[in-house]
């Protein structure tokens, strides 16, 4: 899957509910009054968009993080993710 297409899947799916207090997935337009508070990355073998995108959402949560942009994303027979985070 090329990378921009497994993005653009990613911000689709953000749409969706995902819990009350889950970070959300925002784009760099988006950034301009939040403050960086590092980076975080998820792996594994088979995910789906929505499997990425809750991983993701997770360890943003637990690092106190409101939301998270992607700034890599590989996903062949196996993926991996890498997000700045955001309060």
């Not at 990355?41 to 499997?51: A, K, L």
């Amino acid at each position: 899957m090329k990378i921009s297409t497994a993005i653009a899947t990613i911000s689709l799916m953000s749409t969706l509910s995902f819990g009350a207090f889950a970070a959300q997935y925002i784009d760099a337009s988006q950034t301009g009054k939040l403050q960086s508070v590092g980076t975080i990355t998820v792996s594994g073998v088979g995910g789906t968009p929505s499997d990425i995108r809750q991983e993701l959402s997770a360890k943003a949560d637990a690092q106190g993080a409101t939301a998270y942009k992607v700034i890599e994303l590989r996903n062949n027979n196996s993926y991996h993710a890498t997000a700045e985070v955001y309060k």
